[in-house]
């Protein structure tokens, strides 16, 4: 599987891993996704299951995927059309951002990548 690592400047942030292609990412669509606890350790903080019929928790799931998972993670939990179309919409750390956005430059519209 090709995997980009991004780099870090400026302070600790933990390494951010990308799938350099996305047709590697077919995760599901719909269903309750657990996230194992490598990725989610929710503490006092949301469940770490996710109902993906919900799009918010669809996109908090991504959006913790894309933050604390790695390239298998993004395979496994991740689908690559949903990705884009969420990309715009999430929120995300700015070096996490530099990560995918390479992987991501060519699909998205001009304007997801501004900013």
Request: no cysteine; net charge negative; hydrophobic share 45%.
């Amino acid at each position: 599987m090709g995997v980009a690592s991004s780099g870090r400047t400026g302070g600790w942030s933990r390494p951010v891993f990308s799938i350099v292609d996305l047709e590697q990412m077919h995760g599901p669509l719909s269903g309750v996704v657990h996230l194992p606890l490598a990725v989610h350790s929710s503490g006092a903080g949301p469940a770490e299951q996710f109902d993906f019929a919900d799009p918010d928790d669809r996109r908090a799931a991504y959006q913790i995927v894309l933050t604390s998972g790695d390239a298998d993670d993004a395979a496994r939990f991740l689908d690559a059309g949903e990705l884009l179309r969420l990309w715009p919409s999430m929120w995300l750390p700015a070096h996490v951002r530099r990560a995918w956005e390479p992987h991501l430059a060519g699909r998205l519209p001009h304007s997801a990548t501004a900013g």
